[in-house]
């Protein structure tokens, strides 16, 4: 595969919402963003990933769009985005936008004008279907819980939405639709942005028979979409034409979020040709915990499934394709809390550092979410009133009071172990009120632990996992090895270490992580062959023989017979 920019960078994900607040209405802004774009750099990283700042009705926090090429008026105006991107570009900083183009909100213009008539030029500009005695056109289940079709009296006619009513699916069976998102696509990027993630993106090619989904329970009494749905017949053939028309023309970076997705469809979206995508994002190792309802589960996660699905990945997109590598995002709960230790602060502070390592040694592109440079964990609320998700507040709806699958309790317990809100909660800038997030009253909650886990707390001490994270960046630019070399797991059945190596020409890099609370043995063969320094570690010395409580090193190794080249 040819060395591509984005394949040395490191991408740090920011939820507007939360980030920084510059007006104290409690909501963070774009200009709460270019205030903070120092300590970015500071930090190291390359790409800023933006979640939605478009105009929207914010049903479901900005990923449902009502206007394309507008900004959301609580984020401020497109004179501060432009201002925002021209202050990165300066500073070395890229800026990619969230592509939401699955669906839209219901309150974009596109909607309102094909829910008028059938025979509204925008009618096929969305999926409607005819149900028979106003039901539905099939029983698929609305991953937000529910149907999936929303009966629109006007027309006699139901249109789909994968997720919320207010979120209805594109129809890229139309050439319109496809032409009318590309000319959007190309807009963004003459405006200067560096590249697109895309939000859901191997959904926006359905089956067209629309047969009925397998009632399994976890969508109630619908039917799984999934099959239908996900990866479908034309995904590929309409990213391709999105390459052609679009993305080949500038040199950008693109990552498709693409659930479900297996390792072999990975590689076609992210192929060596590079006719599609440069990277996807796989959600498989961050379902191993879930239950029979989804993220709605006390589970806790075993290290020989994270290992398993983790070496599949790794083994089986090496050269053929890219890996994204992250543990964190909008969607996904505080890493420290459900696959670290936040129990104290020197359990938290070694497995912060611990998760870090093991992720960042990995071959792929390193993402970083608001927050997780400084160890942010769940924030454990009390009441389930502090947890506004749509997602949940369904769920609950769902699996509470209509099927009393569990109590309220135990629902709140679920949510506190891997709810979205868990990553959303104001980003921690110092020890004062609200975190330094906003003067204001915040929009969701702040973790009550912001006088402990701050920025202002960690930037500039050597020990901090600020500072980790710093050293763990400037490792990936200086040592090629961490972009080139090849995975090698060196322990399969453990549940306990994570041993891996990576190995390019006469170069190894080894890789020992301790997930666990005990220390562990873990000898090191002692090899004559090599010279062997320790590149990271997160204590301050390094046994031979065993590994403390959530230690994790890292050593680069050279074959002796360089030293005479």
Request: proline share 4%; glycine share 6%.
């Amino acid at each position: 595969m040819s060395t591509n920019w984005w394949k040395k960078a490191v991408v740090y994900q920011i939820y507007p919402r939360s980030f920084c607040d510059s007006n104290g209405d409690g909501i963070g802004d774009l200009n709460g963003i270019t205030g903070r774009l120092d300590y970015l750099k500071t930090l190291g990283v390359d790409v800023l990933w933006l979640s939605p700042v478009y105009q929207s009705p914010n049903a479901d926090n900005g990923y449902d769009i009502s206007d394309y090429r507008a900004i959301m008026k609580d984020f401020g105006t497109m004179e501060d985005f432009e201002r925002l991107l021209c202050e990165a570009h300066k500073r070395g900083l890229r800026i990619v936008m969230d592509l939401v183009v699955n669906h839209t909100s219901d309150e974009h213009a596109w909607f309102r004008e094909s829910r008028k008539s059938e025979n509204n030029p925008y009618r096929d500009y969305y999926i409607w279907k005819k149900g028979k005695d106003s039901k539905p056109p099939n029983n698929w289940g609305s991953w937000f819980y529910g149907s999936a079709w929303e009966y629109d009296q006007q027309t006699d006619s139901h249109y789909l939405h994968i997720f919320s009513k207010k979120q209805p699916d594109l129809n890229w069976e139309n050439p319109k639709v496809r032409r009318e998102i590309y000319d959007m696509m190309t807009w963004w990027l003459e405006k200067g942005v560096d590249g697109f993630r895309m939000d859901v993106i191997s959904l926006i090619s359905k089956n067209q028979r629309f047969p009925d989904g397998q009632v399994t329970g976890a969508y109630g009494e619908y039917g799984d979409l999934t099959p239908y749905c996900e990866n479908g017949p034309r995904v590929h053939e309409y990213l391709q034409e999105m390459n052609r028309e679009v993305l080949s023309r500038y040199d950008i970076m693109t990552v498709g979020e693409t659930p479900n997705a297996t390792v072999e469809e990975a590689a076609r979206y992210t192929n060596a040709a590079g006719t599609e995508l440069n990277m996807v994002f796989q959600f498989e190792h961050v379902a191993i915990d879930h239950g029979p309802y989804g993220k709605y589960t006390e589970n806790r996660f075993r290290l020989s499934d994270l290992i398993r699905v983790m070496s599949k990945w790794q083994e089986g997109l090496s050269g053929v394709g890219w890996n994204s590598l992250y543990w964190e995002n909008h969607d996904q709960p505080r890493s420290v809390s459900r696959f670290g230790n936040a129990s104290t602060p020197f359990l938290w502070e070694k497995s912060a550092k611990m998760l870090a390592t093991c992720l960042h040694m990995l071959q792929g592109t390193p993402y970083i979410y608001q927050g997780q440079e400084l160890g942010m964990t769940n924030p454990n609320f009390s009441s389930l009133e502090d947890y506004p998700d749509i997602d949940a507040r369904q769920a609950y709806e769902l699996l509470v009071k209509a099927q009393r699958k569990m109590s309220e309790e135990e629902f709140l317990r679920c949510v506190q172990n891997l709810g979205r809100d868990n990553g959303r909660t104001p980003m921690q800038w110092s020890g004062q009120k609200n975190g330094g997030f906003t003067a204001g009253e915040p929009w969701i909650k702040v973790n009550p632990n912001y006088q402990r886990i701050n920025a202002q707390n960690q930037v500039g001490r050597p020990d901090s996992v600020f500072s980790y994270y710093q050293r763990l960046i400037r490792l990936r630019k200086t040592y090629e090895i961490i972009t080139e070399g090849t995975y090698e797991l060196l322990d399969s059945g453990s549940n306990t270490v994570w041993a891996y190596q990576r190995v390019w020409n006469r170069e190894r890099l080894l890789v020992l992580a301790n997930f666990s609370d005990q220390e562990a043995c873990c000898p090191l063969a002692k090899n004559p062959e090599v010279t062997r320094q320790i590149l990271i570690s997160n204590y301050d010395d390094v046994k031979s023989e065993t590994l403390r409580p959530y230690e994790a090193v890292a050593f680069y190794e050279r074959e002796r017979a360089d030293e005479n080249i």
